[in-house]
């Protein structure tokens, strides 16, 4: 489609797929990850995929830490002094340290806010001004359904929540510009991001899937689809959504409506 795509977190399961999607459907992608190497091996991956002629110059790698808001003014102002001014933020960078209050401290939920919200934050700072400049823009912000119930990772989930917040508080102030800004929120997601709870318990999916209507969970695949679609002008008028993109985890609790109930369905 021609246009310039910021993808944070560029690296991950998720953000890899991002990446490989826009480069697909013709886009240049301006690539944010902390890990510079990895961003290089990203790079040469995706150019050899498309051809030296095609794919080569589509990846700017951009290594920076999202921590640091004026590394990421600084950074992503050079990737589009190369490339032009960017059509379309994806802010997908996350992770998750405590996995519940009690082993969770100060350091870690400082942490867990700091990248998943600040770190959000300071990558739309960085695009805002030259998006109001040119009146059009498309804002995709990668949440989860941390963000719309108590799923364990209290910090992170905080964070999450602040996402939705703040993806409204985009849509409603940036609409008058021709800017966009919508929030997707998947569940479980099989990425590498999981491996450690895998060897933890190998069964962890499975056990998982009777919380899910579809019994099934995400791809990084099935997030790019809802992120290209949100992004694209299919989509041109849908802003200030919640998108949970998580087998039907957020329609209800099956297994407590069966309780209530007292049917099998």
Known sequence: MDRVVLVTGACGGIGSVLCERFVEAGDTVLALDIDATALQSLSVRLGAQRGAQQGAD???PVAVDLGDAAAVQHAVAAAVAQRGPVDVLV?????ALGASLASTDAASWQRDIHLNLNGTYHTVEAVRASMIERQRGALVLIGS????AALGHPAYSAAKAGLISYTKALA???GRFGIRANIVCPGT????AWQARVEKNPQ???ELK???PLRDFATPDDIADAVLFLAS?????????ALPVDGGLMAGNRLMAQELTLESF
Not at 91 to 95: P, T
Not at 189 to 192: A, I, N, R
Not at 233 to 241: D, L, W, Y
């Open 91 to 95: 802010a997908n960078a996350g992770a």
């Open 172 to 174: 409603i102030e940036l």
């Open 145 to 148: 359904v941390n963000g719309l």
């Open 189 to 192: 997601v099989k990425t590498q």
């Open 210 to 212: 009777k919380w899910y």
């Open 58 to 60: 589509q990846v700017v």
């Open 204 to 206: 962890v999916f499975e």
């Open 233 to 241: 002008p299919q989509a041109r008028v849908i802003t200030g959504v």
